[in-house]
């Protein structure tokens, strides 16, 4: 979730969320029928009012900003409104408003951004249910969860990979948030929650219209509605959690029918992105089964991006990592190699680039360092971690050199040599205050692997 996860959740709000999560996980059959009247309760909406205002989101389609909600009608307001609606059963969400991002491919993502309205209802609905689907999540599922983060589900690659299953099935889903069969998913989610208002209010979620907005203004319906069966749009805030609980069928199946011993394959899973970790020669046998239960599941493996790696011959990439097999120079042994992937180091370069492009010279230097600073330090933030050194190293170089180059650009120094004198790489971070990258590796127990 972001920001939004910093936010301290109430005493009251903590006390449900413990109650239910308890009797989740002692009773694996129960399945709960008074839920609907905590999500309209006043406290559960403002902290979810809260939690979506931390995420600092866009407008969705009708156009209300939350400045908008704050400065006109308040957010008490809008709160009783939405709990009004909730209470007395007249609440219909707004359609989806589709925008597309683009990708380091040249192809674009489709994400669905519901109205503000909407989204603290999602939330709002996702506080009131997570606890119970979290007490029966597996523990090598690792996406979109409390208390469970990616550096998690890599540590648990590398440890597999250090016990020997160096055998690497690295899956791809086809389109798997437009794929999610809707009777599937509700039948999933009745598992344990038998509150018909819950179910209808998630059904109303799943069939919201998704609209496009043109240039001028002008709005089309382009999918969703009623007739729809597939897909939880990208964006929404209860997507996530319903993505997550709809892949655990697959995690639920391989530890039941105790998979990984039977067939030498650990799972790791965060969210759609799916490694399977096999001993040697495994990998067929696993790769079938995998095949089996997604056909099950009516999802479809994405062929061409689906591949088994032996890791100490290739690499693969997995939540921005690349990850391999190396060999330790002092003492010759092996172990599972953790460093930022070539793309997400590329991506980070380039960004960097933009924001110290020439064009920019015209805005306060102070401007330009400040924004530069933020974007690189949560890059860092991330990929400060395991056996970064060297990409971290030149990161930092790639930072210093755009920025004697903007300067130079800013103070029409010509000749690079001068640059260099004129803006020695020390006063970047002492005058212009350029956040420092560090260089030292970020071990974590990746220290004790070698």
Known sequence: MGIATMLTTPETIRTLQRKLYRKAKQEPACRFHALYDKVYRADI???????????????????????????????????????????????????????????????????????????????????????????????????????????????????????????????????????????????VVAERICDGAILHLIQLWLKAPIMEMDRDGTKRNIGGGKGNRKGTPQGGIISPLLSNLYLHLLDRIWERNKLQQRLGARIVRYADDIVILCR????????????????????????????????????????????????????????????????????????????????RSIMPLEWVVNEVNAMVRGWVGYFHYRNCSQTLGRIRNHLEQRLIIHLRKRHKVRDRKAGY???????????????????????TRAHALQ
């Open 280 to 359: 040697k020669d495994q990998s067929g046998q696993a790769m079938e089964v995998l095949r089996q239960i997604l056909n099950r599941l009516e999802l479809t493996l994405n062929e061409a991006k689906t591949k088994t790696v032996d890791a100490f011959e290739e690499t693969f990439d997995f939540l921005g990592f690349s990850i391999w097999m190396g060999k330790s120079r002092k003492t010759g042994n092996y172990y599972p190699h953790v460093q930022p992937s070539k793309k997400a180091e590329q991506k980070v370069k380039d960004r960097i680039t933009i924001l110290t492009k020439r064009e």
């Open 45 to 187: 909406l403002s902290h979810a009012y809260a939690l979506v205002r931390a995420n600092k989101g866009s407008a969705g389609i009708d156009g209300v900003t939350f400045k908008a909600i704050e400065e006109q009608e308040g957010v008490t307001a809008f709160i009783a409104e939405l709990e009004d609606a909730l209470r007395n059963k007249t609440y219909k969400p707004d359609p989806v408003k589709r925008v597309m991002i683009p990708k380091s491919d040249g192809s674009q993502r489709p994400l669905g951004i519901p109205t503000i309205r909407d989204r603290v209802a999602q939330m709002a609905a996702k506080l009131v249910i997570e606890p119970i689907f979290e007490a029966d999540f597996c523990e090598t599922s690792y996406g979109f969860r409390p208390k469970k983060s990616a550096h998690d589900a890599v540590d648990d690659v590398a440890h597999a990979m250090h016990i020997g299953y160096t055998e690497i099935i690295d899956a791809d889903l086809s389109k798997y948030f437009d794929t999610i069969p809707h009777a599937n998913l509700m039948a």
């Open 421 to 443: 004198v004129r803006f020695p790489n020390r006063s970047l971070y002492v005058k212009y205050g350029l956040y420092k990258v560090p260089t030292s590796a970020g071990w």
